[in-house]
T-cell receptor, first 110, second 113 residues
């Protein structure tokens, strides 16, 4: 079973920051937090991952709480192309199997 | 640099038939994982291949089998197809022991009638 809890769906206005929360209260010390997204009928796309420090790349920022029991993915300026299902995942090894939950369906509104 | 490729893109079979799906990993990757995604659900892990051997397996029956070739490409075989096998089948590749994460292909959509 997935070790994360995410809201089923969220809306965000185009141009605004989209903040997607994820709870992972049973995360172990050696588990990373990964985020993927899946645009309709495509394969999942890797976004970002982190262990305990906040991370930023060209796509998004990842904020992990100090106790590591929750995190937030931030898309700074959402566009219509960011409409997708976003999956928050915790896993140990980088080539270990990925256990997906149901994710958050993010709708970007024009 | 080609990413992960899968073939065919779509496939229609009937119950009881057998199907073979193919995956070519991203250049430089040596590990291939297969996932099944039913409509409205997240992908479910089937198995992972490394050095031409099955390294991990999810909760799927023996009707699901695979193979990895010396060039790291892989096949997923499903025997005795059931209606419930209708799904999007995803292949993901990675480099064992590296810092990189898994990269997914576009998937093969299988419809069993």
């Amino acid at each position: 079973d997935a070790k994360t809890t995410q809201p089923t769906s969220m809306d965000c206005a185009e141009g605004r920051a989209a903040n997607l929360p994820c709870n992972h209260s049973t995360i172990s010390g050696n588990e990373y937090v990964y985020w993927y997204r899946q645009i309709h009928s495509q394969g999942p796309q890797y976004i970002i991952h982190g262990l305990k420090n906040n991370e930023t790349n060209e796509m998004a920022s990842l904020i992990i709480t100090e106790d590591r029991k929750s995190s937030t993915l931030i898309l700074p300026h959402a566009t219509l192309r960011d409409t997708a299902v976003y999956y928050c995942i915790v896993r140990v090894a980088r080539d270990d199997k990925i256990i997906f939950g149901k994710g958050t369906r993010l709708h970007i509104l024009p | 640099d080609a990413g992960v490729t899968q073939s065919p893109t779509h496939l229609i079979k009937t119950r009881g038939q057998q199907v073979t799906l193919r995956c070519s990993p991203k250049s430089g990757h040596d590990t291939v994982s297969w996932y099944q995604q039913a409509l409205g659900q997240g992908p479910q892990f089937i198995f992972q291949y490394y050095e031409e051997e099955e390294r991990q397996r999810g909760n799927f029956p023996d009707r699901f089998s695979g193979h990895q070739f010396p060039n790291y490409s892989s096949e997923l075989n499903v025997n005795a197809l059931l209606l419930g096998d209708s799904a999007l089948y995803l292949c993901a590749s990675s480099l064992s022991g590296s810092q990189e994460t898994q990269y997914f292909g576009p998937g093969t959509r299988l419809l069993v009638l």
